[in-house]
């Protein structure tokens, strides 16, 4: 049997074999593989790197752009404009396509990047035994079968089953979510230990942060766990957005429509009003350019990149245009627990004494707050035992706590240690003070086979004392009394196994500390001077507790009628504690990953509609969860920040990825960003999502009746026999000019007051709901009526066609500059200063299009081009007259059915 059809057979049973029976399987031995070794397995197995995915080259990428029918439909109306000779106007239609399949390219070429960033995650070096001697490599000729030397600091070169260990903790948050180092052994675990679990594993891109180890490789590159990952993310399908389906339905309805209609005007005029083909021909044209609506994706793009400039002032920040709109109909939040809901930074949350048990104020690092007993503030100054405990934290401690420059603490070291230095200094002690003042004679260093560390100090005046950290019932075993407030008392055992129980139920995890003089000089300690006789001193709780905003935004997202969810590679107890101090899981049920192991699709779907915590989730179970949410019909969003996270970050209707604590794989992969890494900037992003959303139907609303008042105007003049009331060259302008400066304005448009009281939009929706076809319609109609109306009138008192013309045209755009008031608000009554002023841009887009149609009017080479003439004082009050109509109209509209609102 070859090594690679022996590695196929257990490559999920590394962490359950003996290293003996690996060392064989991978015909390897301690002293590592010899040259000849190396270079045939080399040859065998490949670099240790991912491969490179084939790619599409960046021309098809390019072209690929204008694969959408509503761009079929543009190019057709730029076609159309160069037929009829108006140049200009075709390059502007085709301009504008062009800048949409840019923007769209250099969103698509930024995502591409994900996989690169996770091939890079690899180390790049590593230390390896080979032939017995020990040599520095690049991380891509590591082997199966090399022996891999790790000491802290190093990032592991491929998954590893260790065979030595010493104080050895790895950094696996990135894979696994954990916010503390994992301790890791060399015993093998179950065979169905979910990853987290496989403490005799290291897995390739993850870092050492203590201690040293030694193992040997059984997987490199892309059948690693992180390879795994990232073959995962690239088979897993990107799903378009709501926003992209509804416009795509709404461009197919919108060609065949106009088709039709052209079709039955051509074939009306030439049989019914002996119109000649030739005229018909071009008149069907004219019909065609009327209802195609040039500037609504132009308008489109604008609005969603105005939300993504909005967002990114609130630390949102969006890679891909349309994801700004997703936000608006998300239905679900997927949330990791570290490092998003939480703090990622450990801190003592409760402290027990022999007499109390005291409730640690402040948050993560910061060594600010206070202590509560029965929420009452304690002064540490005036409690010798708090005192005696907080020496201990400080003095048996191998971290260092800073303060960063830009502000905040971190910890170089353990996070555990970072949380007893922090907890030290809130009693008013100085880790450097006590360290002078105390100092380090020798220590026996953590080590998971006896779960403590022990430091031996003396106070320069001939006294010396040992202090003991460790797991509780450790150190229980160690101790022959305790302090309380009356100095050393007989321990009582009973009592801290009750409050260790109760600290547990909390989801904190448990560290004892002892304490114990030592009568005489010393300058060696060793295990027999801890074995018995210490005194223990208290408990601390540690939690990595959630952020203060995040659980004032989770409220803000249930509030909008959006279930938040917490999927965790953390313990269920740890995340069901979190989850209920943020409001989620009240029903307090926990599935975790063994359950979703053996659950089939039905029952996941069943779980996710009933269950808001997932503890223990692999980045499959995670991907899994998605899926199944999708399923039931659920808009959903994924937040993360490890490698863990980016397959499900990218099946996800809208990733959201942590800017600062976040890996690059999650944020390449997800389709948003958080600036400040805060659960908070969701909600504002969700708001914002919902403003786009709404903006963009609002300029619909606007733009369309123009076209459809244009079509209808022409499809009258045909049906009468009449002369046209507006060219196909004014038409244009008249698209072209309301777009840009009009239907702009409202890309501007504030949130509405009850944006986040509605609940979300349904993605099944379609863009054009019964209500707005009906108040497109109506607005047609009215428009329709006061142009032609006017046209006729003005030919009826002998007025020249080219007058005429002239009046219609101002008069179709007085219609829009007063609907424009209207359109701010689709439902509610704009008759008030906030609806008639609330948007500056509105009241200078009307300044500038007045300003164009007087160029329009009176400038000779505009004249000339358009076929205008000058209008006189009476034409224009007679156009204001008849064109303010429809804002009386549309808002006495709105008041009838203001009890029978059309869902929009």
């Not at 590159?221 to 690239?234: H, P």
């Amino acid at each position: 049997m070859t090594v690679n059809e022996i590695k196929e057979q257990h490559k999920k049973l590394w962490h359950a074999m003996a290293d003996e029976e690996i060392l064989a399987y991978l015909g390897t031995s301690s002293e590592g593989l010899s040259f000849e070794q190396v270079q045939k397995r080399l040859q065998e197995h490949g670099p240790n790197r991912l491969p490179s995915p084939q790619r599409r080259s960046a021309l098809v990428r390019f072209l690929f752009q204008f694969h959408n029918l509503l761009i079929y439909v543009l190019l057709v109306a730029a076609i159309v404009a160069a037929f009829l000779g108006h140049w200009l106007d075709a390059a502007v239609i085709l301009g504008v396509v062009v800048v949409n399949a840019l923007i769209g390219f250099i969103q698509e070429g930024k995502a591409e990047k994900a996989l690169e960033s996770i091939r890079s995650m690899l180390s790049l070096h590593a230390f390896v035994r080979r032939a017995g001697r020990r040599e520095e490599i690049a991380a891509e000729e590591v082997v199966p079968g090399d022996v891999v030397l790790l000491q802290a600091g190093d990032k592991v070169p491929a998954d590893l089953r260790l065979l030595q260990v010493k104080e050895l903790r790895i950094d696996e948050a990135i894979l696994t979510g954990e916010s503390e180092p994992v301790t890791k052994g060399v015993s093998p675990v179950a065979e169905d230990a979910p990853v987290g679990d496989r403490l005799c594993l290291a897995f390739s891109g993850t870092v050492v942060t203590y201690g040293q180890g030694v193992g040997v490789v059984v997987e490199t590159g892309s059948a690693t766990e992180i390879g795994r990952i990232s073959e995962m993310l690239k088979e897993v399908e990107t799903l378009t957005t709501p926003l992209l389906k509804a416009m795509d339905r709404f461009a197919r309805y919108l060609t065949v429509a106009i088709l039709i209609f052209a079709v039955i005007t051509l074939v009306f005029g030439f049989l019914a009003r002996d119109y000649s083909l030739t005229e018909m021909f071009l008149a069907a044209v004219s019909l065609i350019v009327a209802a195609i609506p040039e500037g609504l994706p132009a308008i489109v793009t604008i609005t969603l990149a105005i939300g993504v400039q909005r967002m990114a002032r609130r630390n949102a920040i969006i890679r891909r245009l349309p994801a700004v709109e997703t936000l608006g109909s998300v239905t679900v939040i997927c949330s990791d627990k570290t490092g998003t809901l939480t703090r990622n930074e450990m801190m003592v949350r409760s402290l027990v004494t022999a007499g109390a048990r005291l409730d640690v104020e402040g948050a993560g690092y910061d060594p600010h707050g206070g202590f509560l007993l029965d929420q009452k503030e304690v002064v540490p100054e005036d409690d010798d035992i708090l005192l005696h405990i907080g020496r201990v934290a400080l003095l048996c401690n191998d971290s260092v706590l800073t303060l960063k420059e830009e502000g905040g603490w971190h910890v170089q070291g353990d996070p555990t240690e970072g949380a007893l230095l922090s907890v030290g200094r809130k009693m008013g002690l100085d880790p450097e003070s006590a360290a002078r003042e105390n100092p380090r004679v020798d220590s026996i260093p953590f080590e998971s086979e006896h779960r403590f560390m022990a430091t031996l100090h003396h106070d320069h005046e001939g006294h010396f004392f040992i202090c003991v950290k460790g797991a509780p019932e450790r150190v229980l075993d160690m101790c022959t009394g305790q302090r309380g407030a009356q100095g050393k008392e007989d321990l009582d055992r009973g009592y801290w196994e009750q409050r260790a129980e109760e600290l547990a139920e909390r989801g904190e995890r448990l560290l004892a500390a002892a304490w114990k003089p030592v009568a005489e000089a010393k300058t060696e300690l060793t295990f027999e001077d801890v074995e018995s006789g210490l005194i223990f001193l208290g408990l601390f709780g540690i939690t990595d507790p959630p952020r203060d905003e995040a659980v004032t935004a989770v409220k803000a997202c249930k509030s909008a009628g959006i279930k938040v969810k917490m999927i965790t590679g953390d313990h269920g107890k740890t995340a069901q504690v979190i989850g209920l101090q943020m409001g989620i899981g009240e029903n307090r049920r926990v599935v975790t990953g063994a359950d979703l192991e053996a659950a089939g699709d039905d029952q996941l779907r069943e779980w996710v509609a009933d269950t808001d915590i997932f503890a223990r989730a692999s980045p499959e179970h995670k991907l899994r969860l998605v899926r199944a949410l999708q399923e039931r019909g659920e808009v959903a969003a994924m937040t993360g920040d490890g490698v863990n996270d980016a397959p499900a970050l990218k099946r996800a209707d809208i990733g959201v990825a942590m800017g600062v604590k976040g890996t690059e794989v999650a944020k390449e992969a997800a389709e948003m960003v958080l600036a400040d890494d805060n659960f908070a900037s969701i909600a504002n992003a969700v708001e914002e999502g919902r403003t786009v959303y709404d903006n963009i139907k609002k300029a619909i609303l606007f733009i369309l009746p123009t076209n459809g008042g244009e079509a209808l105007m022409i499809l009258a003049a045909i049906l009468m026999g009449r002369s046209l009331p507006i060219t196909p060259v004014q038409i244009l302008w008249i698209n072209m000019i309301t777009a840009v400066t009009l239907a702009l304005s409202l890309a501007f448009e504030p949130p509405e007051a009850d944006i986040m009281e509605r609940s979300p939009r349904n993605p099944q929706e379609p863009i054009l709901t019964p209500f707005l076809l009906w108040r497109i319609g109506y607005v047609s109609l009215i428009l329709v009526a006061g142009t032609f109306g006017l046209f006729f009138w003005e030919r009826s008192v002998g007025t020249s066609l080219e007058m005429a013309r002239t009046v219609a045209v101002n008069t179709l755009v007085m219609f829009e500059v007063f609907y424009l008031l209207n359109a701010r608000y689709i439902h509610r009554n704009v008759l008030s200063r906030e609806g008639l002023t609330g948007n500056r841009l509105v009241l200078m887009a009307i300044a500038l299009v007045l300003v164009f149609q007087l160029i329009f009017t009176y400038a000779p080479p505009l004249q000339m081009l358009f076929a205008t003439e000058p209008m006189t004082l009476a034409a224009w009050l007679r156009v204001i007259l008849v064109s303010s109509t429809v804002f009386i109209l549309v808002e006495m509209e709105k008041y009838l059915l203001r009890d029978h609102r059309w869902k929009y």
